[in-house]
């Protein structure tokens, strides 16, 4: 029987539950790595604000502490390593911290780390009048001339150094900004001995990495029919049944709650990808537009069909910046008509806000926003006046803060006590590309260097074309038409400044009436009319023939991003459930189908 490595994911974002770890260790057998996804784009920024004003060590503390020390000599006893991204800007100290509470608990430990990615302190000559932002073309340089702080600068590195630092024997890997999917990718080089040319295989092993790294969200969390899904508060822990040849089961724990199904993996498997035929990571250019999902067991998905198109000489780089402050603040309304006095309450409050700050001979206000919540309807009722306003000046967001207040005594009948209201930096995000050449890496095992190679040089593997639409079905009835939720699954999720939704037909003969329906155009003009915007949305459309799926990806609609957006969503995760009611003209026969 050829040799299977299990991986588990236990993390997906810097403070998910603790849960993860506990479960994994105390449910299953056999685990050879659990990995820990813990940084996104604005966790950087953070850890870099944190380091500069002397309030954080640049690293996620709460790992050392919180997730492995409780756990280090089950995981040494059954020789279970830990890969992880948690060393943010800082991973030799976060090294160091581990290194110290495993003495502590009189534990040999050894630690390996990869650094280097970390090109805050080079940003001037990593930056010049030529970096372009990746995404919508603009100066760089001038978003850093710009900025009140520059907190972080980092290169997205690859699997092959965490390899490296595996293969010298350490029994956990830190890393900075390593790329998410690397954290499996990298075990599965070391097990398996892959090469830097083994594109399909690195690629296979990409798409597990992609799978397990946002924890329970392959494992029934914020799936589509959400009903379907068991205790989410035991929900299960990704597994990844990894072989040499690249073949991948996802599973989870037995006993755990959730649900491991073909909707919930292909939900996953295209949450934040753009085009996918090239999903680029360090190690390899990613085809996912073949790969096909197979229930072979409760529980239990086999995931085949990945393919690497070659590497690129870049690596994406991700700055963060501080630009501007903001205000932000929840009052509750209550009685008749509650959202109409929740909307006045927003409107006067911001004329106040620029009234004062116009006297106190400071800029108005630059952006604004008032969102209302609930209060709707004839009767008594509750609704949530949620306010958010940027300033040039910290003093500036503070005058609406503290003014806000007032409501309860100033404005509406009905306003109660405040749920709350703070001031924060205003951060910003840009990605560009630079040379793999430009940075350098470095490895470790206990402070001793670890030798390893890198291949920085661009290379095609193969070709590839574009997948064709599914044919437009000839039998639609205009007149005759269900919600897309009835024929399909999606997900959506942020990256930058844009947003992606997956939609996934339920059986491979919905697809072409849903192509039909959902044109570019089509989801260009509703998400225009949902976000507010005048005309359409740009819109890009890709087919994934292999799940059955379309991928939209629409750009410049994410009001800047994570924390710049003044939305509600700021990470796009309600993008999808506001697609789902779309209508979908389909024919008679299917009709009854569905009605069965």
Known sequence: ?????????????????????????????????????FLAESVMGGLGRGMADGTGPGFAADFVDGYILPHLRMLLDRRIRIVANAGGLN????????????????????????????????LAAVIGPDTCDMFDGSSVQEKVERADRVNSLVAYTGAFPIAAALAAGADIVITGRAVDSAMALGPLIHEFGWGPDDFDLLAAGTLAGHLLECSAQVTGGTFTDWRDVSDWAGIGMPIGECSADGGLVITKPECTGGLVSVGTVAEQLLYEVSDPQRYIVPDVICDFTAVSLTQV?????????????????????????????????????????????????????????????????LPPLTRTRCDVIGGDGDGPATALCRLVADHPDRAGAQLLVREQGSAISHMSVGVTLGLGASVRPVQWISGFLIPKSSISLRVTLDGDLVPFAL??????????????????????????????????????????????????????????????ALTRTAVGEQYGRILGQEGPLAVERFSVPGLSALNFVVANSMDGGVLASTWIDPVAKGMAQLLLDFPVPINAALQGALDL
């Open 455 to 516: 291949e920085a040089d661009a290379k095609a593997h193969g070709g590839a074309i574009a997948p064709a639409l599914p044919p437009a079905p000839g039998d639609a009835e205009p007149t005759r038409t269900v919600p897309l939720i009835r024929l399909a699954w999606a997900r959506s999720g942020d990256k930058g400044n844009l947003f992606n939704v997956a939609v996934i037909a339920r059986k491979p003969e919905y697809l072409p009436y849903i192509a039909a």
């Open 91 to 122: 991973p030799a100290a976060c090294a160091q911290a581990l290194r110290r509470g495993a003495e502590a608990a009189g534990l040999r430990l050894r630690v390996g780390v990869v650094e280097g990615d970390n090109l805050t302190a080079d």
């Open 297 to 361: 067991g409760p529980d239990r998905v086999e995931v085949t069909g990945a393919r690497g198109l070659g590497r690129t000489a870049t690596h994406k780089a991700s700055l963060t910046y501080d630009a501007g402050w903001r205000a932000t603040a929840l009052i509750p309304i209550i009685g008749l008509e509650a959202a109409a006095k929740a909307r006045r309450v927003g409107e006067e409050l911001f004329a106040r806000a620029d009234t004062m700050l116009r006297q106190s001979q």
């Open 1 to 37: 029987m050829s040799k299977i490595v299990k991986i588990g994911a236990a993390t997906a974002f810097f403070n998910d539950s603790r849960m993860g770890i506990a479960q994994l260790l105390g449910k299953t057998d056999g685990l050879d790595y659990i990995i820990f996804d």
